[in-house]
C-alpha cells in the first residue's frame, strides 16, 4: 500500500509568482485535504476535496486554489505569492465512508517565498 | 467555534520519566480527538484517536490518552520516555459530522534529556 506522497519536497519562489504543490493520494483514499503550516505553529486547514469538488474551506483567501483529478491525486496553487505563505504545505488522504475518517499526512512541501 | 490549546509549549522530561503533554479542547458537540507527532523536516504521524468509543485510548509508541468530558481535556501520557520520543506533538480535533477539518493546537515540542 502506497502513503501520501508530495512533490516537490522544497520549492523556493519570489513574491508575486505563482506556485503549484502537488499530492498523491493514499490507495484507496476518495479525499484530499490541504494544510499550511507555519514555522513553529500547529497545521491551519486550507480546504478538503472530494469527488474532485471543494468540500470545505478554511479561512484562506481566494488565490489559494486546488484541484482533485479522477484518480483522487490533487493540487494546490497558490497565486500571487507573499512573504506569508512561506511554510510547510501539507496534504492528507482520507476515505468518506470511513467511520472516523482518519486523515493520513504526506511528508510536506516546503516552500520558500522571498 | 472548536478550538484546541496545547498548555506548554515546551516540555522537558528525562529518559525514563513520566511524559505529560496537555490538551484541552473547545467544541459545542462531542468531537472526535486526536494526537499527532512530527519529527524535524517530516509530515504528521497519528498517535492516537478518540472516537467516542472507550474513553481511555492507547496508541503506538506506548503512548495513551484519556478523554474527560467534565474537564474538556484529552492529555498524553507515556509511562517512560525514551530519546526517540523526542519531537513535536499536536493535539487536534474535529466535528463528528465533518468530513474533514482538523483543527490544531500550537503543539508541544518534548525534549527528552539523558
Known amino acids: 500500500e502506497t502513503g501520501v506522497t508530495q512533490s516537490p519536497t522544497h520549492l523556493i519562489k519570489t513574491r508575486g509568482q505563482q506556485v503549484t504543490l502537488r499530492c498523491s493520494s493514499q490507495s484507496g483514499h476518495n479525499t484530499v485535504s490541504w494544510y499550511q503550516q507555519a514555522l513553529g505553529q500547529g497545521p491551519q486547514f486550507i480546504f478538503q476535496y472530494y469527488r474532485e469538488e471543494e468540500n470545505g474551506r478554511g479561512n484562506f483567501p481566494p488565490r489559494f486554489s486546488g484541484l482533485q483529478f479522477p484518480n483522487y491525486s490533487s493540487e494546490l496553487n497558490v497565486n500571487a505569492l507573499e512573504l506569508d505563505d512561506s511554510a510547510l504545505y501539507l496534504c492528507?488522504?482520507?476515505?468518506?465512508?470511513?467511520?472516523?475518517?482518519?486523515?493520513?499526512f504526506g511528508p510536506g512541501t516546503r516552500l520558500t517565498v522571498l | 467555534a472548536q478550538s484546541v490549546t496545547q498548555l506548554g509549549s515546551h516540555v522537558s522530561v528525562s529518559e525514563g520519566a513520566l511524559v505529560l503533554l496537555r490538551c484541552n479542547y473547545s467544541s459545542s458537540v462531542p468531537p472526535y480527538l486526536f494526537w499527532y507527532v512530527q519529527y524535524p523536516n517530516q509530515g504528521l504521524q497519528l498517535l492516537l484517536k478518540y472516537t467516542s468509543a472507550a474513553t481511555l485510548v492507547k496508541g503506538i509508541n506506548g503512548f495513551e490518552a484519556e478523554f474527560k468530558k467534565s474537564e474538556t481535556s484529552f492529555h498524553l501520557t507515556k509511562p517512560s520516555a525514551h530519546m526517540s520520543d523526542a519531537a513535536e506533538y499536536f493535539c487536534?480535533?474535529?466535528?463528528?459530522?465533518?468530513?474533514?477539518?482538523?483543527?490544531f493546537g500550537q503543539g508541544t515540542t518534548l525534549q527528552v534529556k539523558p
Open positions: 487536534a480535533v474535529k466535528k463528528i459530522s465533518n468530513t474533514g477539518k482538523l483543527i
Open positions: 492528507a488522504s482520507s476515505s468518506v465512508g470511513d467511520t472516523d475518517n482518519e486523515q493520513f
